[in-house]
Each structure stands twice: as structure tokens, then as C-alpha cells.
T-cell receptor, first 114, second 109 residues
Framework: NAGVMQNPRHLVRRRGQEARLRCSPM?????VYWYRQLPEEGLKFMVY????????ESGMPKERFSAEFPKEGPSILRIQQVVRGDSAAYFCASSRDRYNQPQHFGDGTRLSIL | QKEVEQNSGPLSVPEGAIASLNCTYS??????FFWYRQYSGKSPELIMS????GDKEDGRFTAQLNKASQYVSLLIRDSQPSDSATYLC?????????FGAGTRLTVKP
């Protein structure tokens, strides 16, 4: 399956711990997007990355959250010192290296904070 | 004004009917338009893309775009209970994708 791969599918952390979410884009895709979704709510854009570059991080909280997409390996969304309010589904999407292409989503990571 | 607006629903239609989902957007420079379906607890799934004015049909789905009115719609013919989901409208300009909050559709047997 050459789809967008996210792992882990479920992640449980205690308050104050770090959460690392990983995303491997579809084959041939070089653009990665991270979204957050609370239950019964819409998708909230967080960050848009290309290889080794952050293109748009306007939706990312200024503190505790960071993202990277290194030259080799998956994109990582990192949440430091997690709080209960970070509990949500985090979706990664990828698209081809051309303008206006559709985004294809991974299955998401459900993050639960105890 | 939200960048992409959809009626939140729920929209309820009987099985076999046509479901009509609507979306308006504020950025006149938007270039590509998409409809995603999201089942409860699942990730969004791309079901339609449309890039130019007019209608685009794919099986039971028809997307309609009117750039002058900044309006895009999705028609689902012969609705099935399996079509019950939240439908997200997405509008793209230079890889800046904006999603609507979604319309929840329920198809009753």
C-alpha cells in the first residue's frame, strides 16, 4: 500500500511527557501537511512542510509544538510537555510537487493524555 | 466571514434520493476545489476534484463549480445508507488548502 503512513495509530501520554507523531508521505509526494481534529469538530491546519523546509506554520501553537521533514525519513510532529488539551486526532496529508494538487490523508494518530 | 463555509447539517435524506451539499468560499483567487468524505472515527477520503466551472460527474457523484458566485456543490444521486458521513469541502490556492467545517449527511433506509 503506497498510501500515507502514520504511526503510531494510538498514543497515550501522561501530562508533561513528549509525544512524537510520524508521517511518511505517499510515494512521489514531497509536500506534507499536519492537521488536528477534536471530536465532532473540523480539521484545523497546523503546518505545511516540504523536504527540509517549513513552508507555513501559521496554525501551529508557538510553544511546545514543532515539526520537521528531514531529507531522509518521515515527517515528525513533536509535542513537548503535553497537556490534557492536546488530546485529539492528528492527521497527516501529502500531495505531489505541483500546485493545486489534492491532499491525501493518512489514518491519523489518536493522542490521549492521561 | 469564514474562508470556506458549509451548512453543518445534519442533512437527512431518504435512501434513493439526491443529497445536495453546498459550499461557498471567500478567496476569488482559489484555483482547485475538492470534496472529502469522512466517516466517524476515520480520516478524510478524497472523493471529487474540480478545477474549472461547470459539472464533473463520477459515478453517483457530481461536483458543480461556479467561480463567479464562489460556490461549489456536491450532488449524490441514489443515496445509500453507506453515504452517511461528514462531507468536507476544501478550496486550494497555491497549495494553501482551506477546509470547511463539514456537513453531516444521514441517509435513512
Amino acid at each position: 500500500n503506497a498510501g500515507v503512513m502514520q504511526n503510531p495509530r494510538h498514543l497515550v501520554r501522561r501530562r508533561g511527557q513528549e509525544a512524537r507523531l510520524r508521517c511518511s508521505p505517499m510515494k512521489g509526494h514531497s509536500h506534507v501537511y499536519w492537521y488536528r481534529q477534536l471530536p465532532e469538530e473540523g480539521l484545523k491546519f497546523m503546518v505545511y512542510l516540504q523536504k527540509e523546509n517549513i513552508i507555513d506554520e501559521s496554525g501551529m501553537p508557538k510553544e511546545r509544538f514543532s515539526a520537521e521533514f528531514p531529507k531522509e525519513g518521515p515527517s515528525i510532529l513533536r509535542i513537548q510537555q503535553v497537556v490534557r488539551g492536546d488530546s485529539a486526532a492528528y492527521f497527516c496529508a501529502s500531495s505531489r510537487d505541483r500546485y493545486n494538487q489534492p491532499q491525501h490523508f493518512g489514518d491519523g494518530t489518536r493522542l490521549s493524555i492521561l | 466571514q469564514k474562508e470556506v463555509e458549509q451548512n453543518s447539517g445534519p442533512l437527512s435524506v431518504p435512501e434513493g434520493a439526491i443529497a445536495s451539499l453546498n459550499c461557498t468560499y471567500s478567496d476569488r483567487g482559489s484555483q482547485s476545489f475538492f470534496w472529502y468524505r469522512q466517516y466517524s472515527g476515520k480520516s478524510p477520503e478524497l472523493i471529487m476534484s474540480i478545477y474549472s466551472n461547470g459539472d464533473k460527474e463520477d459515478g453517483r457523484f457530481t461536483a458543480q463549480l461556479n467561480k463567479a458566485s464562489q460556490y461549489v456543490s456536491l450532488l449524490i444521486r441514489d443515496s445509500q445508507p453507506s453515504d452517511s458521513a461528514t462531507y468536507l469541502c476544501a478550496v486550494n490556492r497555491n497549495n494553501d488548502m482551506r477546509f470547511g467545517a463539514g456537513t453531516r449527511l444521514t441517509v435513512k433506509p
